[in-house]
């Protein structure tokens, strides 16, 4: 596609269900980010992913957390046992490279009751 | 805590003013920044980057100086416009090996027709 896409655009979940969150970066971008951002809020860096590389975690909140990606393709976020404090827009970016412009999807609103 | 802040959480101007948005570093390994522009509802918006073998760079009515001396950035909006009213985000790659785009925590630029 033209852009980052993320599916679902809007999620409401029960508290202690589990999440995936899908992302499709731009066709042939090597690297791509999860961020998280509270509202009102500024970004909160989760995890990156580069090319085969082993991706850096060192953003994931808690072991509830975890991200995939095979290869340059999609990549998930699972969110395992949701709380109320995992409501917020959940935000995937890609780039060419690390250290080039990174382009944002729309984001994913989860709210969880 | 955050190593990329900003001076101003809010701002207003008077369209057709200028504006002038700053944003303060900690890492003087940075060697990568970013400004993007986030309107309600969507994702971030690249506007310009910079690198910090530069102090200065133009774009379409927006301007990005670097000053590593005092670890300061700012984005300057010429002739600003009513679509120009956004959250404003800075962003920094510190370089060496880190694939982390770090936000601060954005400021919220209002135009007053």
């Known amino acids: 596609g033209a852009g980052v896409s993320q599916s679902p655009s809007n999620k409401v979940t029960e508290k202690g269900k589990d999440v995936e969150l899908r992302c499709d970066p731009i066709s042939g971008h090597t690297a791509l980010y999860w961020y998280r951002q509270r509202l009102g809020q500024g970004l909160e860096f989760l995890i990156y992913?580069?090319?085969?590389?082993?991706?850096?975690k060192s953003g994931l909140p808690s072991d509830r957390f975890s991200a995939e990606r095979t290869g340059e393709s999609v990549s998930t976020l699972t969110i395992q046992r949701t709380q109320q404090e995992d409501s917020a827009v959940y935000l995937c970016?890609?780039?060419?490279?690390?250290?080039?412009?990174?382009?944002f999807g729309q984001g994913t609103r989860l709210t969880v009751v | 805590g955050e190593s990329v802040g900003l001076h101003l959480p809010t701002l207003s101007v008077q369209e057709g003013d200028n504006s002038i948005i700053n944003c303060a570093y900690s890492n003087s390994a940075s060697d990568y920044f970013i400004w993007y522009k986030q309107e309600s509802g969507k994702g971030p918006q690249f506007i310009i980057d910079i690198r910090s073998n530069m102090d200065k760079r133009q774009g379409q009515r927006v301007t990005v100086l670097l000053n590593k001396t005092v670890k300061h950035l700012s984005l300057q909006i010429a002739a600003t416009q009513p679509g120009d009213s956004a959250v404003y985000f800075c962003a920094e790659n510190r370089g060496a090996g880190s694939y982390q785009l770090t936000f601060g925590k954005g400021t919220k630029l209002s135009v007053i027709p």
């Open positions: 992913f580069q090319g085969n590389s082993a991706p850096d």
């Open positions: 970016a890609s780039s060419v490279d690390r250290g080039a412009e990174a382009f």
